[in-house]
């Protein structure tokens, strides 16, 4: 018994749709470059705050050579998937003035455990209510019994033409000796 044997039509539906197929796959190839491009682009706006945010702080003129540490919220646009936020708080430092055209930034948050230093104005000294570690004004540990494996992180400063304080905020890996940035 014989088996009939297909037949092929090159005008039928099934070759249309094999080239329709193609030519889609073609045309979301030539999507690719670009949006990879775009990715690239917008990269720092979806970067979190542990790969470093320059974020301006205020006039150098706002902080007093004799003022105690300021804690300073850090606000910066952020974008996640599916919104941006103008400005999100991404965290806070303290600002201190140590001349006239230098300043020190250090970061609120615990090396210990990650919570947030509060500053003693009575001590001269920052204090974590978590564990009680103790640091002095560069941020240095200051009491043996300070669970904290290291000193406050310390942040880059720049001072503009305008003088304008700008930070590049970063977070760090906590529970460790060595300064890890995260991320
Ligand atoms: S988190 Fe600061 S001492 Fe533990």
Not at 20 to 30: E, I, Q, T, V, Y
Not at 50 to 60: D, Q, T
Not at 110 to 133: I, K, M, N, T
Request: aromatic fraction near 8%; include cysteine.
């Amino acid at each position: 018994m014989s088996v009939p044997k297909p037949s092929f039509n090159p005008t039928g539906r099934r070759p249309f749709l094999i080239r329709l197929g193609a030519a889609l796959l073609g045309f979301l190839s030539l999507l690719i470059a670009p949006l990879a491009g775009l990715f690239v682009v917008t990269d720092p706006l979806r970067r979190s705050p542990s790969a470093g945010h320059r974020v301006k702080i205020g006039a150098l003129a706002l902080f007093g050579e004799k003022d105690p540490p300021r804690r300073v919220p850090i606000l910066a646009a952020r974008q996640n998937a599916w919104t941006r936020d103008k400005e999100a708080r991404l965290g806070a430092v303290y600002i201190q003035r140590t001349g006239p055209d230098t300043v020190r930034a250090l970061s609120v948050v615990c090396p210990h455990a990650g919570c947030y230093v509060d500053f003693d104005v009575e001590q001269d000294r920052y204090l974590c209510p978590c564990h009680h570690s103790y640091f002095g004004l560069q941020g240095q540990v200051v009491s043996d019994r300070s669970p904290s494996p290291r000193g406050l992180d310390e942040l880059e400063v720049e001072i503009d033409g305008n003088s304008e304080i700008w930070v590049v905020f970063q977070q760090f890996r906590s529970g460790i000796k060595e300064k890890v940035p995260l991320g």
